[in-house]
C-alpha cells in the first residue's frame, strides 16, 4: 500500500448498522422529550403554587403559626408579641405578658415571626367572625381593654354584641351608681386585652 491508501483509509468513519443509528436517535428524541416535560410540570408547579398564594389572605397566613410566638402591629395601638392561640376570618387571639387579646384582622398592619424550631400546629382560620369572638367577652364578663385605631383605649366590660358594634360599660362608671355605656364601632376596633 502506497501513502495514498494509508491516508484514505485513515479518513473512513466507523461502519454503524442503520439499526443501531436509529436506535440511538429514537433514544435521544425520546430523552429530550422526557427532559421537556419534566421541565414543563416543574413550571406548572411554579405557577400553581403562585396562583394559590396569590389567594391566601392574612387570616389564612396567621392559621399556618397557630402555636407560635408572633408580633402583631395594629393600626392605632401598642405591639403586641405572644403566642398564636387562634384564628377566625376576622382576628386572631394571642396570649402575651398581659393576658389574653383578641386583633382584628382588618387593624394589622404588620405580622413577624421567627420560624427556626417551629412549634405551628397550622391549619385554617376557624371561619368564626369578628362578631363571635366578641360574643365570647360578652358571655364571660371580663374586664377588657379596647384600643381603637385612632389611639384611644377604654376598659370596661362588654355588655352587648350588635350586629357592627359592642356596647361597653367603661370601668370608671362601675360603682359610681350611674349606667354610663359606650357604643364601639367593630371596624374602629384593632385590639381587646382581656383582663
Known amino acids: ?8 483509509q485513515a ?3 466507523p461502519v454503524v448498522h442503520p439499526e443501531v443509528e436509529a436506535e440511538r436517535l429514537i433514544a435521544s428524541t425520546w430523552a429530550q422529550i422526557a427532559a421537556d416535560e419534566a421541565e414543563e410540570r416543574d413550571a406548572q408547579v411554579v ?10 389572605g392574612l387570616a389564612d397566613r396567621l392559621a399556618e403559626r397557630i402555636g407560635e410566638v408572633v408580633a402583631i402591629s395594629p393600626r392605632g395601638a401598642s405591639g403586641i408579641r405572644g403566642r398564636l392561640l387562634a384564628v377566625g376570618q376576622e382576628w386572631a387571639s394571642l396570649a402575651g405578658p398581659a393576658g389574653r387579646c383578641f ?9 413577624q415571626w421567627t420560624s ?3 412549634k405551628a400546629s397550622g391549619g385554617a382560620p376557624d371561619g368564626s367572625s369578628w362578631k363571635e369572638a366578641i360574643r365570647s367577652l360578652v358571655a364571660a364578663g371580663r374586664l377588657v381593654s379596647v384600643q381603637l385605631s385612632d389611639g384611644y383605649t ?31 364601632a367593630f371596624r374602629a376596633i384593632s385590639v381587646i386585652s382581656v383582663h
Do not use: F, N, Y
Request: a negative charge; one cysteine or more; charged letters at 35%.
Open 154 to 184: 377604654c376598659r370596661g366590660r362588654v355588655l352587648r354584641c350588635g350586629a357592627d358594634h359592642l356596647d361597653l360599660e367603661p370601668e370608671t362608671s362601675r360603682g359610681t351608681g350611674s349606667t354610663e355605656s359606650m357604643v364601639v
Open 47 to 56: 405557577d400553581q403554587v403562585r396562583v394559590e398564594h396569590g389567594r391566601l
Open 116 to 118: 427556626v424550631g417551629s
Open 103 to 111: 386583633v382584628a384582622i382588618a387593624a394589622i398592619d404588620r405580622v
Open 1 to 8: 500500500m502506497g501513502k495514498r491508501d494509508e491516508g484514505e
Open 11 to 13: 479518513l473512513r468513519w
